[in-house]
């Protein structure tokens, strides 16, 4: 299976301020990576997929760049309801699989 | 609008069978794949199998003995059971869809909690 390590754990920022979520691959997935967020009590929201695509109706200071083995997605602008978990996923081969998570909170 | 929403008990003892129903609305299960996913306490997440629009199904290795998805088209439902479950099944566990088999998943369910205790 494809290890996902993804960076950092936790992440404190206020909004306004522009963070950088890391995600790297144990070997190449091509540009086949995706990104959710998860708010508890809500359905998960994919955001990105093929590395870089903006999902429908996700705003456009979500974006997400890297290809082979590493990828980074970035909020820019902070919004208070961009405060939450965030998690990378290859869906380049089976089975998928999932980083570890970054939780991002209010400073 | 798409819709998944999980149901099921939400304790189960250990060596029992867990049983999980995913309802869908807004959309015939009879196209696209979906599947169940997993998140263990600590937010490790775990991508379980899925169930094809023609009943095929794919399992994760890691389940692949314990684990059957099954679906009732007439109620646009499908079903998750995992068997001789122990503590280290309790997790949220979630349905979700795949347009296609190699895209990510693009509509989610709110989540379940099923905790494994005696």
């Known amino acids: 299976d494809v290890q996902m390590t993804q960076s950092p754990y936790n992440l404190a920022a206020s909004p306004g301020e522009s963070v950088s979520i890391n995600c790297k691959a144990s070997k190449s997935i091509s540009k086949y990576l995706a990104w959710y967020q998860q708010k508890p009590g809500k359905a998960n929201k994919l955001l990105i997929y093929?590395?870089?695509t903006l999902q429908s109706g996700i705003p456009s200071r979500f974006s997400g760049s890297g290809s082979g083995t590493d990828f980074t997605l970035t909020i820019r602008s902070l919004e208070p309801e961009d405060f939450g978990l965030y998690y990378c996923q290859q869906h380049n081969e089976y089975p998928p699989t999932f980083g570890a998570g970054t939780k991002l909170e209010l400073k | 609008e798409v819709q998944l929403q999980e149901s099921g008990p939400g304790l189960v003892k250990p060596s029992q069978s867990l049983s999980l129903t995913c309802s869908v609305t807004g959309y015939s299960i009879t196209s696209n794949y979906w599947g169940w996913i997993r998140k263990f306490p600590g937010n490790k997440m775990e991508w379980m199998g899925y169930?094809?629009?023609?009943?095929?199904?794919s399992y994760n290795p890691s389940l692949k003995s314990r684990i059957s998805i099954t679906r009732d088209t007439s109620k646009n439902q499908f079903f998750l059971q995992l068997n001789s479950v122990t503590t280290e099944d309790t997790a949220t566990y979630y349905c979700?869809?795949?347009?296609?088999?190699?895209?990510?998943?693009?509509?989610w369910g709110q989540g379940v909690m099923v905790t494994v205790s005696s």
């Open positions: 093929d590395g870089s």
């Open positions: 979700a869809r795949l347009e296609q088999l190699y895209l990510p998943f693009d509509y």
């Open positions: 169930i094809s629009y023609s009943g095929s199904t």
